[in-house]
């Protein structure tokens, strides 16, 4: 008996020194951490087409194709177009398999990349048609015009997302 209480208690301190994973607790962060059992306060928020982080849980995949080659074509049209107008600009534009249809979206990056999301093109075609596609990338070529000339401090970050608004509006007005 003696022996069984004393291997007991030695299991039980054990299994109660493990240690805790510190990781980003948040289901709706980038860094989201499934293994994680005590949040460290790491957590990125995914902050609107500016968040996208690459090789983070959330971010999703970079891929090569929406599944249909006329959308291909059509897409890689509106991307030379733009490329086009928005010429001083230097951007490299993908697709981005974003991890659930709740996270659809488009982002650009300070590193040069507009990354258009494969679930925020097929829902916006089914719903609205082919002309806010156009006006969502040229929003994230606003975004990388704004990045590119330095023009990050805004006193809200509304302003920075209408600026790139406008950027789109400009854009559709002239060239659609």
């Given at each position: ?57 959330q ?39 974003e ?40 929003h ?16 809200q970050?509304?302003?920075r ?16």
């Open positions: 008996m003696k022996i069984l209480i004393v291997a007991s208690a030695l299991v039980l301190l054990i299994t109660s020194c493990t240690k805790p994973i510190p990781g980003c607790m948040d289901h709706n962060s980038f860094n989201y951490n499934p293994e994680a059992s005590e949040d460290d306060g790491s957590c990125i928020d995914m902050s609107g087409c500016l968040g996208w982080l690459p090789n983070a849980t971010s999703g995949q970079v891929i090569s194709s929406f599944g249909n080659t006329q959308y291909d074509a059509k897409f890689e049209e509106e991307v030379s177009l733009q490329g086009d107008f928005f010429s001083d600009i230097p951007t490299d534009v993908g697709i981005l398999m991890p659930s249809l709740d996270k659809k979206n488009a982002f650009a990056s300070p590193d040069g990349y507009i990354l258009f999301g494969y679930y925020l093109f097929h829902e916006t075609l089914k719903n609205f048609g082919e002309l806010p596609l156009a006006g969502i990338l040229a994230e070529w606003g975004h990388r015009t704004q990045q590119e000339l330095g023009w990050q401090n805004y006193n970050p509304a302003h997302e209408l600026e790139a608004d406008a950027f789109s509006s400009f854009y559709l007005f002239l060239a659609k």
